[in-house]
């Protein structure tokens, strides 16, 4: 099948201005032919692994496109609200706002629903060929053949993602979703390479492909808990992009971040060498790929996590509606009085509030919990009950038998849900908005409650705060992961989140999010606060100083030095700055 070709939209704005080099993309003449495919093909596992014109989702639902099928238009738009089939499609992402090419002047997309028999399912940013990978030989040819040809890499897993980078313009999608091994160690993990007389550790190894649902589950069959992402419908891969961008965690505050829990990794590096990356053999690359970002330092199959012991947990919930601004900031002020100080006495978790609204979803551990944490609770529930003007829906304590079951019946079993549903939020729109930001402690401490109130309040988005740092994770080296620094005195990341239908124009949505992000940001500007890599903002400029600040220029060498043809780069990642949004053409000035 025959896919338009789009790269004159990307560079000829910017021949006159500098000297390129390009990637190779769909429809160029450079392309591959039809038999360098055919004898690439030869070397997959089974010839069908590669998918040629590949089209976009929503492509059978255009009559006049060549995939067009009624049957399998009904059963898309049956599924477009399901994040786990969405999440599990080989040819678009989990939002359609990331399969399209969206600039300043041009929207080319294919929206699930076309307004005409005639309207035209653009391309867009899908790539038009995929390796379907089963094996690590896979990877390493599919990575062979792009460096020969000189094409764009995208790499797609299991579950949602916030920037689009999975897809690409003309590219080859190497798609990992197949590699959903796991294997448990009960005490008897120890790293490659690693000392001889080294102590076993209990631990997990994820193929890359698992998601958090599943990890959470087998974990608990095994009476562990592992530090994972809080995913309504469990839609994050496990063990790729989410510990490569930091991974952050309910468990955070009492286990780590993800970077602080990941042992080991097995990984293709762009030069196609298979190795096993841990702080023994190989300390930078574990040192980078531990928040530098995914897949700037190779293409992961697995990684091995430690585990903890399988805790009870208590669970505490709030939900309030204001009568007025006023007495909404009155309650937020309220909340962030004691904001620090429930975070300090052992909870974790999410406090979204919009439109005069304000919810808690808390964890601490224990089954009942330390009385610290409940007289903590206890202590804004009862205040908060105090305000003028505010009306108390949810107030109370819920006890669980581990970690895997609060997960379950307040992100995926939304019988059971209390309070907020966070099932809603991640189907929600077809298209989303993300951005995030990490609060200092001084931010969010009671001196500085009326501020931080006044600007919750003109936030006009959805937030959903995720209180997943302090604790641990403020004991631990800034400089021994990646990770942004800004982390270790961070106590909320300050997660804003919108969308819009199929059919709308993202970019004003673009805009607001990103005016609503830089009230946050100008209160804690980097390299005191700074950014969470897989919840930032679209818009964001800085990003190498956001993301990474002081820790980039070390990022930036191993980069350049395991990857000095820029195979896989992505947008807005590790040396990605001389490149264009799209990664089609690099400025040589």
Known sequence: MRVASLPSLFISATLAAADLSCKCLYGDACWPSDSEWSEFAQTLTSPEALIVGQRPPGAVCYKSDPSYNEEACAFLQARVDDPVYMSSLTNGAH????????????????????????DVCYQGRVPPYVVNVTKVEEIQSALAFAAKHNLRVTVKNTGHEEMGRAMGVGALEIFMNNFQNYTYFDGDFVPEGAPEGTEGEYAVTLGAGVNWSTAYKSTDDHNRSVVGGL????????????????????????????????????????????????????????????????????????????????????GAFFGAQASSTEAYIDLLTVWMKHHNNVSESGWSGNWPFSSRSLYLTMASLGAPNSQAANDSMNNFFDEAATVPGVNITVRGTREYRSWYVFVHENLVDSSNVIGFNFTAVIPGNSQSTTA????????????????????????????????????????????????????????????LMGGANDTADIRPHYEEMHENILKYRNLAPPPYGGSYLNEADTLEENFSFTYWGEQYPRLLAIKKEIDPNDLLIVRKGVNSEAWDDEITCKSCL
């Open 231 to 314: 995913s309504p419908m469990g839609t994050v891969g496990a063990a790729a992009g989410w510990p490569l961008g930091t991974g952050q965690s309910l468990l955070s505050p009492f286990y780590g971040l993800g970077v602080d829990n990941t042992l080991q990794f097995t990984v293709v590096l762009p030069d196609g060498t298979y190795l096993t990356a841990n702080r023994f053999t190989t300390p930078d690359l574990f040192w980078a790929m531990r928040g530098g970002g995914g897949p700037s330092f190779g293409i992961v199959t697995s990684t091995t996590y430690r585990t903890h012991p399988n805790l009870p947990f208590t």
């Open 436 to 495: 995030g930001w990490l609060m200092p402690a001084n931010v969010t401490s009671p001196e500085f409650a009326p501020e931080m109130a006044k600007v919750m309040a003109n936030t006009t988005v959805l937030a959903i705060p995720f209180m997943v740092g302090g604790g641990y994770v403020l004991t631990v080296d800034p400089s021994s992961s990646a990770a942004c620094p800004a982390w270790r005195h961070t106590i909320t990341d300050m997660v």
């Open 95 to 118: 939002y359609n706002n990331f399969n399209a090419i969206i600039n300043s002047t041009t929207i080319l997309n294919c929206p699930y629903k076309p307004a005409s028999d005639d």
